[in-house]
């Protein structure tokens, strides 16, 4: 007898909250908000750069790639504080703490090229 209540008890509970929520729109179903890709990283004064001025030229001007492993000509003052090489699975990677009193991303970009230049032997920095 009792256990007919409870029953009947829980299933009163499981039609309530499904009726409840019925009328919410599931929100894992809805559409997340898409924003537009990021440009590619330009140098400075060329042509398109919004608001960049066109006589200040990085010291590095050429080619501001991410992608080469040449090392830039000048580089913003920086020191590795912590380095450690992991080797998994076939794979060399080296971990870096890097500090560098330097707060434009050109000079992050300068100093990534450096390191990725660095070490150029390994599979990921």
């Known amino acids: ?7 009947i008890l829980a299933l009163i509970a499981v039609v309530f909250f499904a009726v409840r929520l019925a009328g919410e729109p599931v929100r894992a179903l809805q559409k997340p908000e898409v924003r537009p ?12 750069a919004e608001g960049e001025d066109a006589g200040g030229q ?12 040449e090392a ?3 580089v913003p003052d920086y020191e590795i504080l912590e380095e450690r090489i992991v080797e998994r699975d076939g794979a060399r990677a080296a971990r870096l703490l890097v500090d560098t009193r330097s707060r434009a991303e050109e000079d992050f970009v300068l100093i990534t090229r450096d390191l990725k230049a660095r070490y150029s032997d390994y ?3």
Do not use: H, N, Q
Request: no cysteine.
């Open 1 to 7: 007898m009792y256990r007919a209540v409870a029953l």
């Open 37 to 48: 890709a990021p440009g590619a990283f330009e140098t400075a004064g060329a042509s398109g």
């Open 58 to 69: 990085a010291p590095d001007e050429g080619d501001l790639k991410i992608g080469s492993f």
């Open 72 to 74: 830039p000509e000048s």
């Open 123 to 125: 599979d990921a920095v």
